[in-house]
């Protein structure tokens, strides 16, 4: 169970891409066929690149790979750090509690109004509902990784727990 938790991001990128990959070949395949085009498949993949998108953001955020500029953080002493690191979580925890919130917002306005797809002409919020969701998952691995941050630096101060 503990690895579902850990890979859960790459697990979804994976199928994600697998169906992706599979759509885009099928259009391949049609269009070489029968000279016609699946018009619904770039509907799909592209709402299928968000979502890669942002989970891979999550993915980043969980490694801490994601971008930063260290050269302040590299000049402090360990509990400048520590302090850096919590400020740095918090802000990026505001900005993807917004960017969730602003996208709930899209797909409460979606369901509201009704609005379709254009290609297959289903409801828009169909493809929209998970983005709120992922970025939520970003947030939460991003507090993750900031703790385990906060975490190893502070063990470095701690008699007998320094990395080297």
């Given amino acids: 169970m503990r690895a579902v938790i850990d890979y859960f991001e ?16 099928a259009n391949i395949l049609v269009r070489y066929l029968s000279s016609r085009s699946l018009a619904s498949t770039e509907e799909l993949l592209i709402n299928g690149f968000l979502l890669l998108t942002v989970l891979g953001a999550a993915i980043a955020a969980k490694r801490g790979d994601h971008l930063a500029v260290t050269v302040f953080h590299d000049l402090l002493p ?18 993807l509690a917004a960017a969730a919130w602003f996208t709930a917002e899209l797909v409460a306005n979606q369901m509201a109004t009704g609005v379709l797809s254009y290609a297959l002409q289903i409801p828009a ?3 929209t509902v998970a983005v709120p969701a992922a970025f939520l998952l970003v947030m939460a691995r991003f507090v ?11 063990s470095e101060g701690a008699p007998g727990g320094g990395h080297g």
Avoid: N, S
């Avoid at 979804?12 to 990959?21: E, H, P, Q, S, V």
């Fill in 144 to 154: 993750q990784q900031a703790a385990r941050a906060v975490r190893d630096l502070r």
């Fill in 10 to 25: 790459e697990g979804l990128c994976a199928l994600i891409f697998l169906g992706m990959t599979g759509l885009g070949f």
């Fill in 78 to 95: 360990r509990g400048g750090k520590v302090a850096l690191t919590i400020l740095a979580t918090a802000l990026g925890c505001v900005l």
């Fill in 125 to 127: 919020w169909y493809y």
